[in-house]
């Protein structure tokens, strides 16, 4: 399996309080994964959640010390919805469920745009020791799978 690394999302270094801490992780696309490493020494668990949820002991993934696994959030990330239609606005009713034809030059460029503003679901990323007293450490990264073939 080959994954290629999309973006560096940061780092949740704080963990030696024994409280749960998070990371605002953003917009995620639908085809990617969190890859999380612990790179602290010591077991962590984690989970990444729409409404931001706090990690705990028996809700989260546990990650060991040292490793990394691939995580994807509670809820499949959302770009909008994916059709694009006419809602029978135009002057005559017309409209409804037809297709959109772009001309050129419609617009002050003198280019051939249109803007479809999809509504999208951003994430947090919640940690918290597996052991009281324990201080892990967290990279996370936002990867996706790549057909080599």
């Not at 503003?117 to 936002?142: K, M, Q």
């Amino acid at each position: 399996m080959a994954i290629r690394l999309v973006r560096h999302i940061g780092l949740i270094n704080t963990l030696g309080d024994d409280a749960a801490h998070s990371l605002d992780v953003g917009l995620i696309s639908p085809n990617s994964a969190l890859r999380v490493t612990e790179v602290g020494g010591n077991d962590v668990s984690v989970k990444v959640t729409e409404a931001g949820t706090a990690a705990t002991a028996t809700n989260g993934i546990t990650i060991k010390a040292n490793s990394s696994t691939l995580v994807v959030p509670d809820t499949k990330p959302t770009m909008g919805p994916g059709e694009v239609l006419l809602d029978g606005t135009d002057t005559s009713s017309s409209n409804a469920g037809e297709r959109i034809d772009l001309e050129a030059g419609v617009d002050s460029t003198g280019g051939t745009h249109l803007f479809y503003d999809r509504g999208e679901t951003s994430f947090t990323l919640s940690a918290i020791n597996e052991t009281a007293g324990s201080d892990a450490v967290i990279r996370v990264e936002e990867v996706t799978h790549v057909n080599t073939v």
